[in-house]
């Protein structure tokens, strides 16, 4: 039973679960065309294939909200402004003001929805070009691409608004990007704000097609009975006020395809995402369904969530249900347009895909894609984490996962003896350990607190995967296990200029400015290497204690794997530095002599640098 769970989130996401959507988007927009035309707030689709003109359509009360009025007109020009604040490339700290303050924003790329306007924020700076819904200047990918409205359908309800809008991408010559379909669902409170949004994109070619409906079957086999089950709550057929949409859905559930088929027009076009073609008229759709049918368990039914309905067009938040549970990865948005008679001419329907999730993945892939530099410390870190913890032969001693007494017992002896205060002060608990070991230990720490001088990599206008602050606390345990990800992960910097206050925490910014600090961890680094040579005079002089440390090193994975992460600080030290001058306002060709020696010369090159780099300014000085 277990198997069958997780199979059927990926078999429903590739199954044509019900009448759907699939989308060659120059194709999607002529089949759109007839039903546009009816429609007299439609948009103007032939205007609409340039990103630019549809940009100053969104603007255009005639062609956008001739139809509407009150809290349906206001609410679809809030999410059209949104919109038009993604193709203009605004800052997201000014696009999430179209969000209130509790914001539920599921952008299906993702595993986990996104709540509260802060954490918006930090999603759009951090997943910038991820998603048609994070779409920003400061991106590789879909730099010049925007979104190009196909339809849209808004309704107000209590004073609130519901809107669900179609769309896809295109370049800037007006070029259909291809397999970018998607449709989103939003909320817009009676204060103008988006309370929230649901965003679903087709899938990549090739389509599965008929291959998730095998599948389906197979995993539907597993679940039980195929019979077909009348639901007990099911809705009234006679019922005068359903829509053909909400009719469609019910007798989905019933498994009553004749009855789901009349509610379409002879001559439908209806699209599932899923396939390369569509399927153009009520026998074809009846047959997809009948297909669908037969693999589908009779235990599955479809649930709308929300629901944006005109008498022109429909758009619908649905999910599945398995005997009346949510079933994870299923859910889904549909858009359709409805005849005269109310019955629906055109359908487009979006499933959620099923993991993996593409778009944390497509963040790193720009990240490497714009420098690929960074497949430098990504090589290094497969390779170091390898080296240390799996590998046997490559470095001395056993590897980390043996989990060698000595090994743990050699870890706690030099954590006590950190900074040399335990020995220094001569403590009764402070243990024995060779000096060179541990000269080498806490020099490597303090190297790696000097890192902290770069804090100011992390701020509200510039998260990072992998957060700096905790990167830099776990380089105390970890060493390169923590710098070198995250020098392949980082956002990259675009600010010339960069202030205190914007340092993401009032302790990290106070760290990374406080010039004593490079003094301060330089002695330290000092002290170390002096101990190294001449601490605990039991172990001899230089030759005989070298000799021991040599012969430690052989059996020692520890005391080795510290010797690689020196040299991997030595080589990367040197990528925060032109970053952090360029936050001071300092260009390519200044402070060269400081520049070079806080790059190429480790350790104490690092520590001159953070005393005598330019101090980052602050608002209130000034203000003042």
Known sequence: MRLTCILIPIALERAAAFGGVKHNTRALRNANSMAHSQTSSALDMSQAASPFSAFADLFNPTKQSATLSGSAAAGQKVVESFIASINSRADPATIVEFFSDDVNFVDTSYYNPIIGKEELRKHFYLHAGSSALSTFVKTADFSAAA?????????????????????????????????????????????????????????????????????????????????????????????????????????????????????????????????????????????????????????????????????????VLWHVENNGEPLSFTRGCSFYTLDKNGLIRTGFDIPEKAPPKTGFLNTLKSRFEAEPVRLIPLAMWVAYMYILFISDGILPGANALALEQRTWEEVRDLSINFFLVSPL???????????????????????????????????????????????????????????????????????????????????????????????????VGTASIVWSFVGRPEFGEFTERYNSFIDLLSIDRVGSSFIVDLAIFAIFQSWFVDDDLQRRGVTDGELMGLRNVAKYVPFFGLAAYITLRPELPSRNSELK
């Open 147 to 315: 979104i190009v409205v196909d339809d849209i359908v808004s309704v107000s309800e209590n004073g609130k608004s519901k809107v669900c809008v179609m769309y896809h991408m295109a370049d800037d010559e007006g070029n259909d990007i291809l397999d970018t379909t998607a449709i989103s669902f939003y909320n817009v409170n009676d204060d103008g704000k988006i309370s929230s949004a649901f965003d679903v994109t087709e899938p990549m070619s090739p389509k599965p097609g008929n291959s998730g409906l095998k599948l389906l079957k197979t995993v539907s086999n597993l679940i039980g009975d195929e019979s077909i089950v009348m639901a007990a709550d099911s809705i009234n057929d006679n019922d005068q006020s359903l829509t053909a949409v909400e009719k469609y859905f019910d007798a989905w559930n019933k498994r009553d395809m004749k009855l789901a088929v009349a509610q379409f027009t002879e001559n439908c076009s209806v699209r599932d995402l899923q396939y390369d073609d569509a399927f153009s008229n009520r026998d074809e759709l009846e047959k997809h369904l009948l297909r669908c049918k037969e693999c589908l368990p009779s235990s599955f039914n479809f649930v709308i969530d929300d629901i944006a309905i005109t008498k022109q067009k429909a758009g």
């Open 425 to 523: 002060l001569n403590l009764p608990f402070s243990p024995v350990v060779h000096p060179m070991l541990e000269g080498v230990f806490n020099l490597l720490l303090s190297w790696a607190a000097m890192f902290a001088c770069f804090l100011s990599d992390e701020r509200k206008n510039k998260p990072n995967l992998l957060p700096f602050g905790p990167m830099l606390v776990g380089m105390q345990f970890l060493t390169s296990g923590f710098l070198l990800p995250y020098l392949f992960t980082r956002t990259p910097e675009f600010e010339s200029q960069v202030y205190k206050e914007d340092i993401d925490g009032e302790l990290q910014a106070k760290v990374s400015e406080w010039r004593p600090l490079g003094g301060f961890l330089s002695a």
